[in-house]
C-alpha cells in the first residue's frame, strides 16, 4: 500500500482556488520533489497532508491514517508524519535537547530514559551530538534546520514533508542541510519535499512533480523530468532555474 | 501647629506599608482574574470571549474611581458596609484585571503563529501547546509591561484616599494639615513613592533589556 495517497484535492483560499484537483501516490521509501513557481500551490499541498491546511474536497492518507478534521484522529496521523518548515521553528525557550525530547514524552508518553537516548541518536544522525544543551538562538540557521529535522525525527515519523527547508539558509549553510536530507532519503525514509533545489531533486528524488496553477502539471522520474520535460511551462520553468 | 518631626515622618512611613499591601493585593487577586479573563478572550467558546470582551471593556472605559464609589457608597445603601480596604483592594482588583487580561492576552497573540504550527505538527494537544511552548514565551513578552503596569498601579493606589483609606499619600495630607510644611511633607511622601517605583522600573528596563538580548527569533 502506497505511504501517501493524494485523490482530487481541492483547496480555496477565500475566492482563490490554489489547488484544482491534485492527485499523488507515494509508495513507501520513495523521494518525491516537488517544484514549481511561487503560488503554484506546492507549499500548500504539502501543509495539507498533516492537516496544517484543511482541504474542501477530495482524499488524503498518509502512513495509513485518513486525514479527517478531528482532533484526536489528526494527533494520530501526525505522530507519524513529520513536517519541517523553512523558517526552522524551533521553540527557542528550549535547549536543543528539551526541542527534541518535548513531544515523544508528552505527545507519545514514553519513558524519559528512552526519549533521552531518542535525542542522542537523532541529534548524532545530523552531526550535532555536541549541541545538545544549546539554545537555537545560538546556533546558525544550518544548525537550526538540523536540529529540527532532528525533532521530527525523534517521532520516528513514516513520512516526512519538507517545506523549502533550505530557502532562508545562505548557500554555504544550505549543503550541510541537504547532506543530512540526503542520507536521510538513502536510509529509506518516504520524503515529500517542496523544493527550490533542482540539484537535489534530480540527483536525489525519485520522483519529480512539477506544480503549475495548482494543478500537478508533469510528474515522472527525476532523471527524465530534468532531461527531457515535456510541457512548455517546465521548460520554461527549468530553462529560468538554470541560469 | 505641629512641625514636620520624626513622629510625622514615621507615620508617612507607616502608611507606606498599606499603599505596598494595597498594591500587592489587588495585584496579586487581580493576576488571578486578568488571568482567567485572557484564557476566556482567547478560548473558542464565544460566550466566554464576549463576556471577558464586555468586562474588559466595560471596565477600561470607566475610572476606577466610579468603580471605588460604586463599592464602598453604592453597597452601603443595600446595607453592605465595606471595611475601606475591602472596597479599595477589591475595586483595584477590579481595575487590574481588565488591563492585565489585556497585556497577557497580548503577549499570548505575539508569540508568533508558526510556534503554533510547530507543536501542533508534533501532535501536541491545545492544552499542552499552551503550557509548553506558548505560555512560557508568553511570559517572557509580558514581564516588561506587567512590570511597568505595576509601578503605575503602585501610584494609582492614592486614589483610594478618597474614601479614607490612609494611605501614603492620604498620609502626607493628613501630616500636611497638621504641620503646614507642604514641600517638607510632600517632598518625603515622594521620595517614598519614588523609592518604591524606581526600583520596579529599573527591573522593567531591565528585563525589556534582557528579553530583547534572548530573542534572535
Known amino acids: 500500500m502506497p505511504a501517501v495517497v493524494i485523490e482530487d484535492v481541492h483547496k480555496r483560499f477565500g475566492p482563490v482556488e490554489v489547488l484544482k484537483g491534485v492527485s499523488l501516490s507515494v509508495e513507501a521509501g520513495q523521494v518525491v520533489a516537488i517544484i514549481g513557481r511561487s503560488g503554484s500551490g506546492k507549499s500548500t499541498l504539502l501543509r495539507c497532508i498533516n492537516g496544517l491546511e484543511i482541504c474542501q474536497s477530495g482524499r488524503i492518507e498518509v502512513a495509513g491514517h485518513v486525514l479527517d478534521r478531528d482532533p484526536r484522529r489528526l494527533r494520530e496521523l501526525r505522530k507519524d508524519v513529520g513536517i519541517v518548515f523553512q523558517s526552522y521553528n524551533l521553540f527557542p525557550h528550549l535547549t536543543v535537547g528539551e526541542n527534541i525530547m518535548l513531544a515523544p514524552r508528552i505527545a507519545k508518553g514514553l519513558e524519559s530514559a528512552e526519549v533521552r537516548k531518542l535525542a542522542v541518536d537523532v541529534l548524532a544522525q545530523v552531526g550535532l551530538s555536541e549541541k545538545f544543551d544549546a539554545y537555537p538562538d545560538n546556533l546558525s540557521g544550518g544548525q537550526q534546520q538540523r536540529v529540527a529535522i532532528a525533532r521530527s525525527l525523534a517521532m520516528r515519523p513514516q513520512v516526512m514533508l519538507f517545506d523549502e527547508v533550505t530557502s532562508a539558509l545562505d548557500p554555504e549553510l544550505t549543503g550541510e542541510v541537504l547532506v543530512v536530507m540526503e542520507k536521510l532519503a538513502k536510509g529509506g525514509m518516504t520524503m515529500l519535499l517542496v523544493t527550490h533545489e533542482m540539484n537535489f531533486a534530480r540527483n536525489v528524488a525519485d520522483t519529480t512533480v512539477f506544480m503549475h496553477q495548482g494543478k500537478i502539471w508533469e510528474a515522472g522520474a527525476s532523471a527524465e523530468i530534468f532531461a527531457a520535460p515535456k510541457t512548455t511551462e517546465l521548460k520554461s520553468f527549468l530553462g529560468a532555474g538554470m541560469h | ?150 509601578v503605575q498601579l503602585v501610584k494609582n493606589t492614592s486614589i483610594v484616599s478618597v474614601v479614607g483609606f490612609v494611605e501614603l499619600s492620604r498620609a502626607g495630607q493628613l501630616v500636611n494639615n497638621a504641620t503646614f510644611r507642604p514641600f517638607q511633607v510632600f517632598a518625603a511622601v515622594a521620595a517614598i513613592y519614588f523609592l518604591i517605583c524606581f526600583p520596579l522600573s529599573r527591573l522593567s528596563r531591565y528585563l525589556e533589556g534582557a528579553m530583547h538580548a534572548g530573542r534572535g527569533h
Open chain 2, 1 to 150: 501647629m505641629t512641625t514636620f518631626g520624626w513622629p510625622e515622618f514615621l507615620f508617612i512611613l507607616r502608611s507606606a506599608g498599606w499603599t505596598l499591601l494595597l498594591t500587592a493585593v489587588a495585584f496579586a487577586i487581580g493576576s488571578l482574574g486578568g488571568g482567567a479573563l485572557a484564557i476566556m478572550r482567547l478560548s473558542r467558546g464565544r460566550v466566554l470571549a464576549q463576556a471577558a470582551k464586555a468586562y474588559i471593556l466595560v471596565i477600561q472605559s470607566i475610572p476606577v474611581l466610579m468603580v471605588l464609589f460604586m463599592s464602598y457608597y453604592g453597597l452601603s445603601l443595600f446595607g453592605i458596609e465595606l471595611p475601606a480596604f475591602f472596597a479599595a483592594s477589591a475595586s483595584l482588583a477590579i481595575y487590574v484585571s481588565a488591563y492585565l487580561a489585556e497585556i497577557w492576552r497580548g503577549s499570548i497573540e505575539s508569540v508568533p503563529y508558526q510556534q503554533w504550527e510547530a507543536s501542533s505538527s508534533l501532535a501536541l494537544t491545545r492544552t499542552q501547546q499552551y503550557r509548553y511552548i506558548i505560555i512560557p514565551q508568553a511570559i517572557r513578552i509580558s514581564l516588561p509591561p506587567t512590570v511597568g503596569f505595576l
